[in-house]
């Protein structure tokens, strides 16, 4: 690993989701030079969506790969430059912060995390196949997508009984698949899913397979008691996965502040513990986890990073 580092930037933006291009359209049009290191998926999860209906200006929808491209040339266009490796390490413990990009070193005087997290999958051969296709993570985002069809739900937890009652506002049927013979959620999550006559369960019942059409995408699941090792195909529309996510933040542990999942503590907007790294997006959020609220913090990250170079008086 060389020792040497190139010349200083201004700001080094990690991850190219919404949050990640968002904080480099601010930053370039502050003047912060930044350089934008795209990580394993560029573009973000939004690059695996194929319809997004609740971005606004955008009434009627739009891929999400074009969302990210023209995110990207927005951000290009302000002068922000790309870097298509992944980050290999990184250094906080003095300014200016060190960064290698494979074994390349960047210094950078602000650092804005925006990494993201990724969903917990169920480790079936053809999920992430079926992304997009009948296969989802976020009820908010493709719930609308199945008014008076059949759904599936798999989980136990907060996340998946409000995705439950959010679900049942548009499909005919709301089937929780948990593998428990009781929930984790909190009594009143589970009381308002419980007492919501479009929703069942099924208890101690684990997904084993997805069956699905070349053309029409999901169109059912395997389901196997675990218990009595009984096995069953039920028919669905729509496969949602609520197991949690798992942030992006392991090149980070032990440098800056985390909560017990390994999310990145911030206050007073975008600030981590430690001055001049900030953190947006999802890598910090474990609760909304919108494209539109990662974008928001992306602007609030490249705007407090602008105004902490000006009080070092950097030009």
Not at 76 to 82: A, I, L, N, P, V
Not at 179 to 207: C, G, H, Y
Not at 230 to 259: R, W, Y
Request: aromatic fraction near 6%; proline fraction near 4%.
């Amino acid at each position: 690993m060389p020792q040497s580092c190139d010349s200083i930037l201004q700001t080094l933006i990690l991850g190219s989701g919404p949050a990640g291009l968002t904080a480099a359209i601010y930053a370039a049009r502050s003047r912060c030079c930044p350089l934008v290191v795209h990580g394993r998926q560029p573009g973000g999860q939004l690059t695996t969506t194929t319809v997004i209906d609740n971005f606004p200006g955008f009434p009627e929808g739009i891929d999400g790969n074009e969302l990210m491209d023209r995110m990207r040339r927005q951000a290009e266009r302000f002068g922000t430059q790309f870097a298509e490796e992944e980050v290999t390490r990184v250094d906080l413990k003095k300014t200016p912060f060190r960064v290698w990009v494979g074994d390349q070193c960047h210094q950078c005087r602000t650092l804005i995390i925006a990494t993201g997290a990724s969903p917990r999958m169920l480790g079936l051969e053809n999920e992430w196949d079926l992304y997009g296709r009948g296969v989802s993570v976020c009820a908010t985002c493709d719930g609308f997508f199945y008014k008076e069809k059949e759904v599936v739900i798999v989980g136990g937890g907060d996340t998946a009984m409000e995705e439950a009652s959010f679900l049942a506002r548009f499909a005919s049927r709301v089937t929780v698949v948990h593998r428990r013979d009781e929930l984790r959620a909190s009594p009143p999550l589970q009381k308002r899913a419980m007492e919501n006559k479009k929703i069942d369960f099924r208890w101690d019942t684990v997904v084993t397979a997805i069956h699905s059409d070349p053309q029409t995408g999901v169109t059912g699941v395997r389901l196997k008691n675990v218990k009595s090792g009984e096995e069953e195909d039920f028919s669905c529309h729509g496969l949602f996965v609520a197991i949690g996510h798992n942030p992006n933040t392991d090149l980070f542990k032990g440098q800056l502040h985390m909560d017990q999942d390994g999310y990145i503590l911030t206050h007073d907007g975008c600030r981590t513990s430690i001055p001049g790294v900030f953190a947006a997006g999802d890598v910090q959020d474990p609760n909304i986890r919108q494209a539109i609220t990662a974008a928001g913090s992306g602007c609030t990250a490249a705007m407090q990073a602008a105004r902490y170079l000006d009080d070092l008086g950097v030009e």
